[in-house]
């Protein structure tokens, strides 16, 4: 069984929040002590930021990309539960153990320890006795695949972040516009201004503080699957190449931290 870093992180990406606490408590405090609160609260704006960098989002990507963004935002405050990589290396370390003491078919007896099913998946290939090649081909074209729609949906939230300044700039063309046409109306002057202003301001706010590290988190989740996923491929097969547990945990090691390495190893000597 693995474990998880902490609790919170098991429930919710606390990172996140903290981030979110943080970045408006300072934004929100800058505008209340310039009385700006309510001043930068604009519909009109809003409308054209969002809606526009939604829209651009659409024509960029296929529906069957879109429809998937509101899974990855469930991933940025909810994320899975994180495997501890050492904890990781030191099962698949047990496991050719038992596969050199006991031969390849004995690992049929672990399947029930083990929650990784990228992990059982791998095993089961070789249990089953399929060549190496296939297995490594398999285990590689997999990874392939989750990297790319990771990727995918990560350029999403990038391609908005790179969207909603231009439609912020639009806003503001749009406003000035306004304030050109109604020189001579001065009550429509304040409105008009207000969308030149506020229009710039949520197109780089929206950019800065929501899609772009959106994306970011995103990849970082993304990083940290796939380097499993990438432990456990050159765990399954140097299981199934017969290599002495020595070897396997020195082809593993490189995946962790010197110091993490270093602590983790000592306490199983």
Do not use: C
């Not at 943080?22 to 604009?42: D, P, Q």
């Not at 940025?76 to 038992?98: A, G, H, M, T």
């Not at 201004?193 to 970011?216: D, E, K, V």
């Amino acid at each position: 069984m693995f474990a998880v870093t902490s609790l919170w992180e098991n429930i919710m990406d606390l990172m996140t929040i903290l981030g979110i606490i943080t970045g408006s408590g300072a934004i929100l405090f800058v505008m209340w002590r310039g009385n700006m609160i309510y001043m930068l609260f604009n519909v009109e704006a809003l409308v054209l930021i969002f809606g526009g960098t939604f829209g651009a989002a659409m024509i960029t990507y296929p529906w069957r990309i879109i429809k998937q963004l509101p899974i990855a935002l469930k991933i940025i405050f909810f994320p899975p539960r994180r495997v501890n990589k050492e904890k990781l290396v030191k099962q698949i370390i047990l496991l050719s153990e038992n596969a050199k003491q006991n031969g390849m078919e004995s690992l049929q007896n672990d399947m029930s320890s083990i929650e990784t099913p990228f992990l059982i998946d791998g095993l089961q290939m070789v249990i089953d006795g399929l060549e190496i090649d296939i297995v490594r081909e398999k285990l590689e074209k997999e990874i392939y695949s989750i990297r790319r729609r990771h990727q995918q949906l990560a350029n999403v939230f990038r391609s908005m972040g790179t969207y909603a300044p231009i439609f912020g700039l639009l806003g503001t063309l749009v406003g000035v516009v306004q304030v050109l046409r109604n020189l001579t109306d001065p009550q429509s002057l304040g409105a008009s201004m207000a969308i030149a202003m506020t229009a710039s301001f949520y197109g780089i706010f929206s950019a800065n503080f929501l899609f772009l590290p959106i994306a970011g988190k995103l990849t970082s989740h993304s990083d940290e699957e796939i380097l499993l996923k990438e432990i456990i491929t050159k765990g399954v097969i140097s299981i199934q190449k017969g290599d002495v547990p020595v070897v396997v945990e020195k082809k593993l090691e490189a995946f962790i931290s010197f110091k993490k390495r270093k602590k983790e190893f000592k306490k199983a000597s």
